[in-house]
């Protein structure tokens, strides 16, 4: 690297808060790509997904997280939880994010996880959606006699400028020690996650609100295969696993018009992600139960 090690900073920034803040969101404008799922939908992030940024003589090492799970108590809600845990135990920062001008009793579990000790910025997210920007001087007055949060940071996860800003804010949070990752490095996770991730995504986006949350991806097949006319040739088999026939049906769609676009929509995004030529072959299957069997949370994937 061109920045001498002796100047360099680096640290871990958790990215916490109830489903649906915008975490994912803030995570891939940070990283400046795509590497987290998003989407309407609760539970749509299931992992601790690490997203790296060099920018200049700083790394910021970032940990997304799943939504802290207030409701139903399956195995797949307690491995949740348990990973949003880990990830808050030792990190430099954290990015309690929640919609501004809202704080719900949703809000109120996450934040009484915290350890005390660790600095947090209060991330009042969605900045575009508050209509009436005075009203957010007396909230933020509220939320800093809930908790000492270091600095309050309004923004939108979705402007360009919010988000150069909120690098700046996080800086001076990191220690001074030499980088853990390659400078062009942007996560820790593998391309076959990645490309697991990819089809759920799809699948969550196509399906409405009507396919319960308990639908998940196996990648059953991801080869790199030698190719003459592509650079990189990679063949890949997805397994859709769902609770009910019913559902089975419903993700097929009317001759399975609906697991094409799935298919389609997921393989032009991992040509991108990958650099490479994708074949994606996309099946569903029925297990019924498993996000209350934890042997089987566990053989899907989940810590
Ligand atoms: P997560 O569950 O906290 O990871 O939330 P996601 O990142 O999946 O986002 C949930 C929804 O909020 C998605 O539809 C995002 O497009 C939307 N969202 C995220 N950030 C913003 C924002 O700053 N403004 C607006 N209007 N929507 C946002
Ligand atoms: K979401
Ligand atoms: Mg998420």
């Not at 007396?138 to 150069?164: C, T, Y």
């Not at 699948?203 to 319960?212: A, N, Q, S, W, Y």
């Not at 559902?247 to 399975?256: C, L, T, Y």
Request: hydrophobic share 40%; with cysteine.
């Amino acid at each position: 690297p061109s920045v001498p090690v002796e100047g360099q900073r680096c640290g871990v920034i958790a990215i916490v808060g109830k489903p649906n803040v915008g975490k994912s969101t803030l995570m891939n404008a940070l990283v400046g790509q795509k590497i987290s799922i998003t989407s309407r939908k609760a539970q749509t992030t299931r992992h601790r997904i690490t997203g790296i940024r060099t920018l200049g003589a700083t790394q910021f090492v970032f940990v997304d997280t799943p939504g802290f799970q207030t409701k139903h108590s399956t195995a797949l809600n307690k491995s949740l939880n348990k990973t949003v845990m880990g990830a808050i135990g030792d990190v430099d920062l954290i990015l309690f994010v929640v919609e501004a001008g809202n704080f719900t009793l949703a809000d109120a579990k996450v934040l009484s996880l915290f350890k005390s000790g660790i600095p947090t910025l209060l991330v009042a997210n969605k900045l575009d959606m508050v209509n009436r920007r005075a009203e957010l001087a007396p909230w933020l007055k509220s939320m800093q006699e809930r908790h000492p949060f270091a600095e309050f940071v309004p923004m939108s996860a979705k402007n360009k400028g919010d988000i150069e800003r909120l690098f700046g804010i996080c800086e001076k949070y990191l220690p001074e020690q030499p980088w853990w990752y390659s400078e062009d490095e942007l996560t820790d996770r593998s391309e076959k996650f990645l490309a697991g991730e990819t089809v759920r995504e799809k699948l969550f986006r196509f399906t409405g609100d009507e396919l319960p949350y308990t639908s998940t991806v196996v990648i059953d097949k991801f080869d790199e295969e030698p190719s003459k006319t592509h650079k990189r040739f990679v063949r890949v088999a997805a397994t859709i696993v769902v609770e009910r026939d019913g559902h089975k049906a419903m993700v097929i769609g009317e001759k399975g018009e609906r697991l094409k676009r799935i298919s389609t929509d997921a393989r032009q995004e991992l040509e991108k992600l990958l650099d490479a030529k994708v074949f994606l072959e996309v099946w569903v299957k029925v297990r019924s139960g498993w996000a209350d069997d934890e042997a089987r949370v566990r053989s899907f994937g989940y810590e």
